[in-house]
């Protein structure tokens, strides 16, 4: 069971920086879900979380129509 | 004062309404000042000019009211600042670019470097054209520097591929949600299937992919050859796809090698171009 973080009704950038200040207590290899709006913030933060070495496992519609992303924190474990 | 009226020109005063005033277009490559250059272009407005400054639709700025005695005192003012005058008549004209991925997130090429380097190499050869020649640097498909309107102009581009070479898709459907053309369709897996004849290369599929799949096969720019606006305006003719920046400096100066050698005085690009055929023009620029 890993941890969710809540970013519905949260914009760009400030949804990327809450994202990364939740994976920075994890270790390396485990993994966060979050849940971001449509537009904008689906197509920035799995991205970005991505290109800082985390892996996007998943990232899919919610029947609410918000996207829930899988992301596993990277660097040495 | 022995400055005669095409030297006026050349330097950048333009006639005005009234006898013997002219304006003063004053060069600002990349439409970027430094706030010391705009007080020394204030000072120049107060001590020579009517005390206004007026931006051009050109990212240039003009002081006018100044008179031709004083060509020489505004150019000795203009070269202590690091400023210069702008080009008008039958010359290159002062490159206008966008803020490009140096400012803007939608920015895919660095188009004030280009547009620098343009301005370096075109500008003010002093050699004289059939016509004004324009260009216009833009960054991406919004076109906000409005290349397809200049005689040249450049807009970055990327040609995206779905092949998995860096990564797995995850079919999220991003990617078609980020298209803002529908070029992307998703099939029952959800995996996406490009349209190349509907994209317009802006790249927002590269951009949002989280694991990219989607990546750029191609990037660099396109180049639009004899826009213009003005009486009987007609966008540019799309000449050459996804070359750098080097490749863009030789397309620009041959261009313009090819408008003095092929044109007829008071024709622009876009009427020479019809004159001896787009085909052909576009070889002589492409070589």
């Known amino acids: 069971m890993s941890e969710t973080i809540d970013l519905r009704g949260v914009g760009c950038p400030l949804n990327f920086v809450k994202a990364k200040l939740a994976l920075e207590p994890l270790t390396a290899g485990e993994e966060l879900t979050v849940l971001l709006d449509d537009g904008e913030p689906v197509r920035n933060v799995p991205r970005s979380l991505a290109d800082e070495g985390n892996a996007v496992l998943a990232l899919g519609k919610a029947a609410e129509g918000h996207f829930e992303l899988r992301v596993r924190k990277g660097g040495a474990s | ?287």
């Open chain 2, 1 to 287: 004062m022995a400055v005669d009226e095409a030297t006026l020109k050349g330097g950048g005063f333009i006639k005005l309404r009234e006898p013997e005033i002219f304006a003063v277009r004053i060069k600002i490559p990349v439409g970027d000042a430094t706030a010391e250059q705009l007080r020394a272009i204030s000072r120049i407005a107060d001590d020579f000019g009517d005390g206004t400054v007026h931006l051009t639709v050109r990212q240039c700025l003009e002081v006018r009211g100044v008179r031709a005695e004083s060509f020489d005192a505004v150019h000795a003012a203009l070269a202590a600042a690091g400023l210069g005058t702008g080009a008008c008549g039958p010359r290159v004209r002062v490159p206008v670019s966008c803020p490009g991925s140096t400012f803007c997130k939608r920015g895919l090429n660095d188009t004030r470097a280009l547009a620098a380097a343009l301005d370096a190499s075109l500008y003010g050869r002093g050699d004289l054209l059939p016509h004004k020649f324009k260009i216009g640097v833009t960054g991406c498909s919004a076109s906000c520097a409005k290349p397809q309107e200049n005689d040249v102009g450049f807009q970055g581009a990327v040609r995206p591929v779905f092949d998995e070479l860096e990564g797995a898709c995850i079919a999220c459907g991003v990617c078609a949600d980020a298209c803002p053309t529908g070029a992307i369709t998703l099939d029952a897996e959800g995996r996406p299937h490009i349209d190349l004849a509907l994209c317009d290369h802006d790249g927002r599929c590269v951009q949002a992919c989280p694991t990219r799949a989607i990546r750029a096969e191609a990037a660099g720019w396109r180049v639009f050859l004899g826009g213009c606006f003005g009486k009987n305006p007609r966008l540019g003719v799309l000449a050459e796809t996804f070359i750098d920046d080097h490749e863009a400096l030789r397309i620009a100066d041959s261009a313009v090698d090819a408008y003095r050698r092929l044109g007829v005085k008071g024709e622009r690009l876009r009427d020479t171009m019809d004159r001896v055929g787009h085909d052909h023009f576009i070889e002589e620029v492409l070589g």
